[in-house]
């Protein structure tokens, strides 16, 4: 079992930024490929970001791209989605989740594994 614990959201004006970590434990980090997922009020959860075991591969939704970035430190157990620019629209509950194998996925369902998630408002 694979236990996931986000946090760093909060409420934010537009322009601004903010940094979500999520520490993984129960399983060694470094065979998880990682993601960020996220819901607004009243639309599906869908998909913000992955990162390969490594670190060394990565992709952003193109709602997002250019501005948030993720990474992974395996030393210390954690991923971090950097959010720039943030927008009205970026208005959502955070997932941390977690897969095993190789797959580089971008559905929420083929995630083994996700967090209780953390709450990020951008408004003026």
């Known amino acids: 079992q694979v236990q996931l614990v986000e946090s760093g959201g909060g409420l934010v004006e537009p322009g601004d930024s903010l940094k979500l970590s999520c520490a993984a434990s129960?399983?060694?980090?470094?065979?998880?490929?990682m993601a960020w997922f996220r819901q607004a009020p009243g639309k599906e959860r869908e998909f913000v970001s992955y990162?390969?075991?490594?670190?060394?591969?990565?992709d952003h939704a193109d709602s997002v791209k250019g501005r948030f970035t993720i990474s992974r430190d395996n030393a210390k157990n954690t991923v971090d989605l950097q959010m720039n620019n943030l927008k009205p629209e970026d208005t959502a509950v955070y997932y941390c989740?977690?897969?095993?194998?190789?797959?580089?996925?971008?559905?929420?369902?083929?995630?083994?594994?996700r967090g209780q998630g953390t709450e990020v408002t951008v408004s003026a």
């Open positions: 989740a977690a897969r095993t194998g190789h797959l580089l996925a971008t559905s929420w369902d083929d995630y083994n594994y």
């Open positions: 129960g399983r060694s980090f470094s065979t998880l490929i």
């Open positions: 990162i390969g075991k490594s670190g060394a591969t990565t």
